[in-house]
């Protein structure tokens, strides 16, 4: 069994560049905030601070599923600026197009897909199957600099030292409750009920002195 140094936090925000429509592999990065943290077991929260682009995890070997994923997408919710087709079969514009055609459709891309993700790590990794991987996918046609919030919460494992340290102070509990037991019992053994009344009721300091050390031993 492994010892932990207790739960610790590490936040920091990384940036991507794209280059346009498509996907950005971030789990190189990721994983690389993970390892610099020292986290090596934990949950890690990440957030796209964007309206116009999303994350995914996916297939990782073969490419052909990400041009799949894009002309899905492209389907779906097609860049020309125009929305979906009214009762009269008609298209209208959107109203949110100060950017351009591809400005309303990648904020609906967005909404459909995910901005956030929580994952697990272990082994100072993020604990993914073989063939997954985590992509950043833009959804403008130009490119531009993302940021993400990452979010890791964890146990980071002990150093010799420490772990040494923990072993001591386990001890030395297990030592100190195992004398409170023998010294209760000994109070235990020593208490003579009816002392008080022998003594006229009025209790003698000795009897005072064992109720305390009763006390203290019970708690």
């Known amino acids: 069994m492994k010892v932990l140094a207790g739960t610790v936090q590490a936040l920091e925000e990384i940036a991507v560049q794209t280059q346009g429509q498509g996907f950005s592999n971030i789990t190189p990065l990721v994983n690389d905030f993970v390892a610099r943290s020292g986290?090596?077991?934990?949950l890690l929260s990440l957030c796209l601070q964007h309206t116009s682009c999303s994350m995914t995890i996916n297939e990782n070997a073969d490419p052909r599923v990400l041009k799949d994923l894009a002309a899905w997408m492209e389907a779906v919710v097609p860049?020309?600026?125009?929305?979906p087709a009214?009762?009269?079969?008609?298209?209208?514009?959107?109203?949110h197009d100060d950017e351009g055609d591809d400005d309303m459709p990648a904020h609906i891309r967005t909404a459909?897909?995910?901005q956030t993700m929580t994952l697990s790590v272990h082994n100072s990794r993020l604990l993914l199957g073989?063939?997954?991987?985590?992509?950043l996918w833009?959804?403008?046609?130009?490119?531009?600099r993302r940021r993400i919030a990452c979010h890791l919460i964890g146990e980071k494992q002990a150093t010799s030292t420490q772990a040494a340290t923990?072993?001591?102070?386990?001890?030395?509990?297990?030592?100190?409750?195992?004398n409170a037991t023998r010294l209760n019992q000994q109070i235990q053994d020593r208490i003579h009920p009816e002392a008080w009344a022998e003594d006229g009721g009025n209790p003698?300091?000795?009897?005072?002195?064992?109720?305390?050390?009763h006390d203290i031993s019970d708690s």
């Open 39 to 42: 986290i090596t077991t934990g």
């Open 86 to 95: 009214d009762a009269q079969g008609q298209r209208r514009r959107y109203l």
């Open 112 to 114: 459909l897909t995910s």
């Open 79 to 83: 860049q020309d600026g125009k929305g």
């Open 130 to 135: 073989t063939w997954q991987a985590v992509y």
């Open 138 to 144: 833009e959804h403008r046609q130009l490119g531009s």
């Open 204 to 213: 003698t300091d000795v009897d005072l002195l064992i109720d305390r050390l």
């Open 166 to 178: 923990t072993q001591t102070a386990s001890n030395q509990t297990l030592l100190n409750l195992r």
